[in-house]
Every structure is written in structure tokens, then in C-alpha cells.
């Protein structure tokens, strides 16, 4: 069973840039499709993006924010630029197995990275 920790969340002020890193232990990283997914207080939990077969994006971040993964290093990363304060959540990762499309399945989640973006 794969475990994951993200880290690298933080305060930063609108337009600024951040770089959250999502570690992954047991299991076979390389298997895993690799998302993330961001929940602000008061409202649901939202897509930010996919390491699957293909890298995709929610449309909200769509063109600021970059996934990518290093199976070496068994980590995904979520590059994080031009944040709005609207960006301001806790953004977990979540893994699950490899899939065709758009089909996301969620196994296991991180305990989260809180990140904030002041005005």
C-alpha cells in the first residue's frame, strides 16, 4: 500500500510561485497515476490535476500550474505560478491506478499541504 506526504505549502503573496512536493513510499511509484486535488474552506473538493497516462489540468489552474513526477525520487511535484488568492487551500495528493481518458481513481491520499495566497 503506497503512502504519501506532501510538503512544501506555505503563505505567499499573489503572484508569486510555489512548489509542492507529494513523496511516495511502498508500492510501485511508477504504477501509480498521481493527482492533486485542493479543498478551501466552505466548498468542495476540486481537481487541480493528473499524472495518469497523460498530465492534465483542471481548468481553474489551467496554464499557472505544472505537474510533474520523478519515478527515481518517487515524487510528484505541483509547480505553482501566478497564484491568485483564490488558489488558497489544502492541496492533497491522492494516487490510484493508471487509467485510460479521464478516469480518475483515488486509492490513497496525503494528510495535505495548507497553502495560502494573500492579496
Known amino acids: 500500500q503506497v503512502q504519501l506526504v506532501e510538503s512544501g505549502g506555505g503563505l505567499v503573496q499573489a503572484g508569486g510561485s510555489l512548489r509542492l512536493s507529494c513523496a511516495a513510499s511502498?508500492?510501485?511509484?511508477?504504477?501509480?497515476?498521481l493527482h492533486w486535488l485542493r479543498q478551501a474552506p466552505g466548498k468542495e473538493r476540486e481537481f487541480v490535476g493528473s499524472?495518469?497516462?497523460?498530465?492534465y489540468y483542471g481548468d481553474s489552474v489551467k496554464g499557472r500550474f505544472t505537474i510533474s513526477r520523478d519515478n527515481a525520487r518517487n515524487t510528484v511535484y505541483l509547480q505553482m505560478n501566478s497564484l491568485k488568492p483564490e488558489d488558497t487551500a489544502v492541496y492533497y495528493c491522492a494516487a490510484g491506478p493508471l487509467s485510460s481518458g479521464r478516469v480518475r481513481i483515488y486509492d490513497t491520499w496525503g494528510q495535505g499541504t495548507q497553502v495560502t495566497v494573500s492579496s
Open positions: 511502498g508500492g510501485t511509484f511508477s504504477t501509480y497515476a
Open positions: 499524472a495518469n497516462r497523460e498530465i
